[in-house]
C-alpha cells in the first residue's frame, strides 16, 4: 500500500521561509517523478513543482520561481520544498504527488499524478 505523508507546514509571516517534507512508502521512490502541488480556498489545486527521478530536472510554476525549490534525497525516500520570500498568497494547503512517470512531462502541472498526500496547511501572515 502506497503511503504518501506531507509534513512541515505552519504559521510564518510575510518574508520568511518554510520547508516542507514529503515521505513516500510503497512504492520504488527513485523511480518516479515527484511533485508539489497547492489549493487555497476557493481556488482550483494547482502545480508548484515537479522534480524527476533523479533531481536532475526542476520545474516550477512562475508564481514560486526563484523563492521555491524543489530538492529529494533518494536514499532517504523523502522530497522537500524550500519556501523563501513567502508571500500572503502563498497560503494553501500544500500536498505531495507521486507521477506515474521518471520524469516530469510538460503537463506535469495538470496531468500524470498517481499518488496525493493528504496536505499540510501553509499560511503566510501579512
Known amino acids: 500500500q502506497v503511503q504518501v505523508v506531507e509534513s512541515g507546514g505552519g504559521l510564518v509571516q510575510s518574508g520568511g521561509s518554510l520547508r516542507l517534507s514529503c515521505t513516500a512508502s510503497?512504492?520504488?521512490?527513485?523511480?518516479?517523478?515527484m511533485g508539489w502541488f497547492r489549493q487555497a480556498p476557493g481556488k482550483e489545486r494547482e502545480g508548484v513543482s515537479c522534480?524527476?527521478?533523479?533531481?536532475?530536472?526542476?520545474f516550477y510554476a512562475s508564481s514560486v520561481k526563484g523563492r521555491f525549490t524543489i530538492f529529494r534525497d533518494n536514499a532517504k525516500k523523502m522530497l522537500y520544498l524550500q519556501m523563501n520570500s513567502l508571500k500572503p498568497e502563498d497560503t494553501a494547503m500544500y500536498y505531495c504527488?507521486?507521477?506515474?512517470?521518471?520524469?516530469?512531462?510538460?503537463?506535469?502541472?495538470?496531468?500524470?499524478?498517481?499518488?496525493w498526500g493528504r496536505g499540510t496547511q501553509v499560511t503566510v501572515s501579512s
Open positions: 510503497g512504492l520504488t521512490f527513485d523511480a518516479y517523478a
Open positions: 504527488a507521486a507521477y506515474t512517470r521518471a520524469v516530469c512531462s510538460g503537463s506535469w502541472s495538470t496531468y500524470g499524478v498517481n499518488y
Open positions: 522534480i524527476d527521478w533523479s533531481g536532475g530536472s526542476t
